[in-house]
């Protein structure tokens, strides 16, 4: 069935590390969507990138959807201590189908 | 808006015994989706509703599984036989269901346990 992959399962970094999550998909995705999710909590949505090479920036967070719109990553700068969570990454493989395939998610801690 | 709201929050049964999980979408939300998130497989859809017909339920487990959507603001997710596997967090999200996937918004969850 479809996959989206996304690495690394886990990340620790020192605060004030960068920290970068991927995403892979074995098929073309329509659009691409990330969520958080904190200890304890309920995923949250971030972002939705569409267009093939697309980039968003939020605060010291930037996306990126490939070219081919079968990978996106997700990159921090200078993490914070209220950056810990997980990241998921979640593929529309289907235009239109409003149906989500999530990646397993990379949990990241951060020591301050 | 109170946002997407699931009952209960924390359910403790023993195996062989139903269990009802119960969801209220956020009003005018169109698509309604059941996640299961384990710590072995994630976020696994289970099934989803659109204006409160099952659309996909390929993700269910098997048949001691059922989900209904009476109406528009509610909808409930049924274990009957519960068995240990069954153990994990289940969430509710609702989407408004535009021409793209719409932004998901995710209740709170229930952690289910079954000894």
């Known amino acids: 069935g479809q996959q989206v992959m996304q690495i690394p399962q886990y990340q620790h970094v020192q605060e004030g590390e960068d920290f970068t999550t991927y995403c892979n998909s074995s098929?073309?995705?329509?659009?691409i969507q990330w969520y958080k999710q904190r200890p304890g909590g309920h995923p949250v949505f971030l972002i939705q990138?569409?267009?093939?090479?697309e980039v968003k920036k939020q605060k010291r967070l930037t996306f990126q959807f490939g070219e081919a719109k079968k990978n996106s990553s997700l990159h921090i700068t200078a993490t914070q201590t209220t950056d810990v969570g997980t990241y998921f990454c979640a593929g529309e493989v289907i235009q239109g189908a409003q149906k989500l395939v999530f990646g397993q998610g990379t949990r990241l801690t951060i020591n301050p | 808006d109170a946002g997407v709201i699931q009952s209960p929050r924390h359910e403790v049964t023993e195996m062989g015994q139903e269990v009802t999980l119960r969801c209220k979408p956020i009003s005018g939300h169109d698509y309604l989706f059941w996640y299961r998130q384990t710590m072995m497989r994630g976020l696994e859809l289970l099934i989803y509703?659109?204006?409160?017909?099952?659309?996909?339920d390929s993700g269910m487990p098997e048949d001691r599984f059922s989900a209904k959507m009476p109406n528009a603001s509610f909808s409930t997710l049924k274990i009957q036989p519960s068995e240990p596997r069954d153990s994990a967090v289940y969430f509710c999200?609702?989407?408004?269901?535009?021409?793209?996937?719409?932004?998901?918004?995710f209740g709170p969850g229930t952690r289910l346990t079954v000894l």
């Open positions: 509703f659109n204006n409160n017909v099952p659309i996909d």
């Open positions: 098929t073309t995705l329509s659009n």
């Open positions: 990138l569409v267009k093939s090479g």
């Open positions: 999200a609702s989407s408004l269901g535009r021409f793209r996937a719409d932004t998901q918004y």
